[in-house]
């Protein structure tokens, strides 16, 4: 029998605030615990919070990015459950008046371009952490990270396969970081999926029961439990057992998930209105404003690319997924005005870095402008293609100057013709045997003397030009063989 998979996503996405959702403690990463909580984020009796206006721009911002409508009247939840990471004991959380819903993403899998729902975005603010042991059998917390603004973005369940639920997290992690809403830091968790799979027999309406598997946080992850999880249900489907509603944990590491509690175990969660904040309102006038104040979307930028610059979309494709190594490339053509050249460069010694040690070379020194400066150098021929390479290294490693990097590593490429002669004079004189080779008719002879002279030049030399002086000196040796 063949089946369907059915996929939607649960994205959880920390927002870029400066601030806490409802008090002033520091949006931050890290930090020595308990440094950045007050008596609101900690939840003390008599506290009142107040909302954090910046985040509720950034999940408009968000909402619009992704085609939603934007509730004109929104408000606040609260979320009851007891957990030591909440000191609460319930979470400030939006309900059934979201402030973003009904919208859509496109992805592209295989060429093919397939629009996916966005069925709501809400804002809601993130719990502490617990720390286990560190000091034997306890568990330590850490509420530093609670009250964090963060959205929650539900998809329509219309993905049908773990690569279009890989495209669909790719894109959103893409539009929140072209939007500046979230730094989308995966290894930080501040952007995390959850996985909502089930499968059907292919032709029944009815969908089949569905599992859920919480805090993905690569987008490798969601990869791999999604297939795994499709492959598991279809083959309990196959030899007649039944799937269970349930919550699964996916070890990556294992590359397998298993069983977190059922559905007679999962939780009422009793929301109430929250009591403490006021309902929202949103005008269309600012809601025109946030839009107006838009930075560029990927895709738009990738149609800038493909047609202003000529570039490929596969190229356009691959960089424009990336916002850093976008903007680095958008500011090294605005330095050396070669588009060409850069999405060359990028897509294969730049990728093959990326690919190597990971996106952080992005984070480490390398910027457009000193990419710039080196693609520059190179189009005029002041360095080779190699030099570049090993300036580029330099710079991800020091950020020290092209320039100088080029200077103190002897880089420039040598005009000097008589340099160029005497090398290829000497290494004729050295290898008569190899030149007798060539004149004899064997060409290989002429790689073998062309390699002795750019290694007696240390390769600092434009290769076209020491290969015409060559050529010539040949000649008149033969010359005067004849
Ligand atoms: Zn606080």
Known sequence: MEYEVIIGLEI????????????????????????????????????????????????????????????????????????????????????????????????????????????????????????????????????????????????????????????????????????????????????????????????????????????LNSIRAVYRASQAEAQRQIEILERGGIVYQETRRWDDRKGESMAMRNKEESMDYRYFPEPDLLPVIIGEEWVASVEKNMPELPRSRRDRYVNEFGIPKYDADLITMNKKLSDIFDRAVAVCGKPKLASNFIMTDIMRRINENGEEILDANLTGDNFGQVLLFLDRGDITHAAAIKVIDKIVETGEEPKHIIDGLELWVQRDEDLINNAVTSVLEANRPALDDFLAGKDKAFGFLMGQVMSKLKGKCDPAQVREVLMKEIDKSAGRQN
């Open 12 to 215: 959880h996405s920390e927002l870029k605030t400066d601030s806490k959702l409802f008090c002033s403690c520091k949006n931050d990463f890290g930090g020595e615990p308990n440094t950045r909580c007050c008596p609101v984020c900690l939840g003390l009796p008599g506290t009142l919070p107040v909302l954090n206006r910046h985040a509720l721009e950034l999940a408009v911002r968000a909402g619009l990015a992704m085609n939603c409508k934007i509730s004109g009247f929104s408000k606040f939840d609260r979320k009851n459950y007891f957990y030591p990471d909440m000191p609460k004991a319930y979470q400030t959380t939006q309900y059934n008046l979201p402030v973003c819903y009904d919208g859509y993403v496109e992805i592209e899998v295989d060429g093919i371009t397939k629009r996916i729902g966005i069925e709501r975005i809400h804002l809601e603010e993130d719990a502490g952490k617990l720390i286990h042991d560190a000091y034997g059998s306890g568990s330590l917390v850490d509420y530093n990270r609670c009250g964090v603004p963060l959205i929650e973005i539900v998809t329509r369940p219309e993905m049908n396969s773990a690569e279009e639920a890989r495209a669909l997290f790719e894109t959103i992690k893409s539009i929140l970081e072209y939007t500046g809403v979230s730094d989308c830091k995966m290894q930080e968790g501040s952007l995390r999926a959850d996985v909502n799979l089930s499968v059907r027999p292919k032709g029944q309406k009815q969908f089949g029961t569905r599992t859920e598997m919480k805090n």
